[in-house]
């Protein structure tokens, strides 16, 4: 069950939310304020935040880069009551993966949903596979630089041994 925090201002959105999700099959924890948002996020990982943008207090779009800052692996959905294609632009180009205008259809943004966590799960998967292959080549560059340093000094031994014997072997000459 992937856990998603809805945030409005509006009651009636977030019990909208809440029953939709849940019967789409995800946890959905509401809040109603970023303040109150802010206290859940630091308590319990969310896989998606759905965020409005006109909220008394800090708006979506001031609480969006905190969140992005704070919890990078939580994907961020803006919602909101206007269609405005500027303020679209900017939460995309601020880090939000969606935006939904309201009143949204439940089936549609359920989609909208999967997507994000798709995309969420790749960029998890990425960075967990740069993590293990920074990992293993520091791992194998340990490896390489042991064997030059045993190459090295059996080199050295060769080399002495070579000398010794040159010069053991130079008087009877």
Do not use: W
Not at 53 to 62: A, T, V
Not at 107 to 136: C, G, K, S, V
Not at 151 to 163: F, P, S
């Amino acid at each position: 069950k992937v856990s998603i925090l809805a945030v409005d201002d509006e009651a009636n959105i977030r019990e909208l939310l809440e029953r939709g999700l849940a019967r789409a099959g995800h946890g959905c924890v509401t809040a109603s304020s970023a303040g109150q948002a802010a206290q859940l996020l630091q308590r319990e990982a969310f896989a998606v935040v759905l965020l409005d943008i006109m909220m008394p207090g800090k708006s979506g779009l001031e609480f969006l880069s905190e969140i992005l800052f704070q919890y990078p692996d939580t994907g961020v959905i803006m919602m909101t009551g206007l269609a405005e294609t500027a303020t679209a632009v900017k939460a995309m180009r601020d880090g939000a993966m969606d935006y939904v205008t309201k009143p949204f259809n439940l089936d549609e943004l359920t989609i909208r949903i999967e997507h994000a966590l798709a995309r969420r799960d790749l960029f998890l998967q990425n960075r967990d596979y740069q993590q293990n292959l920074e990992r293993m080549v520091a791992e194998r560059t340990e490896q390489l630089e042991q064997r030059v340093r045993e190459v090295t000094a059996l080199n050295r031994l060769l080399q002495e041994h070579l000398h010794q014997h040159s010069q053991v072997v130079a008087p009877d000459q």
